[in-house]
Nanobody, 123 residues
Framework: QVQLVESGGGLVQAGGSLRLSCAAS????????MGWYRQAPGKQRELVAGITNGGSTNYADSVKGRFTISRDNAKNTVYLQMNSLKPEDTAVYYCNADKVRLLLRPYETYTYWGQGTQVTVSS
């Protein structure tokens, strides 16, 4: 099986920065897409940013220019650098690994989620 372990959440004042990390472990052959989603109270989970194993990225309009996603393929780790944080960025942030191929099942793909990490931005 695959586990995604997130770290880096916390409480920060508006205008501050945080860096989230997510490391995938297990019998992984490859991970096509890694990304971050977030869910605020009373709202649906939404994509924040994603990155392919080739380095292509996409961002939600609300975070463009403030957040940067990056990835270390050798470590199966994805990062989210969040700058100029706003109170509306407050949410639980979830790491996602999509189109994962396992060593023992290389012809199937799977999706995995982390447990979530709380990010709170105070005004």
């Amino acid at each position: 099986q695959v586990q995604l372990v997130e770290s880096g959440g916390g409480l920060v004042q508006a205008g501050g920065s945080l860096r989230l990390s997510c490391a995938a472990s297990g019998s992984i052959l490859s991970i096509n897409v890694m990304g971050w989603y977030r869910q605020a109270p009373g709202k649906q989970r939404e994509l924040v940013a994603g990155i392919t194993n080739g380095g292509s990225t996409n961002y939600a309009d609300s975070v463009k220019g403030r957040f940067t996603i990056s990835r270390d393929n050798a470590k199966n780790t994805v990062y989210l650098q969040m700058n100029s944080l706003k109170p509306e960025d407050t949410a639980v942030y979830y790491c996602n690994a999509d189109k994962v191929r396992l060593l023992l099942r290389p012809y199937e793909t799977y999706t995995y989620w982390g447990q979530g990490t709380q990010v709170t931005v105070s005004s």
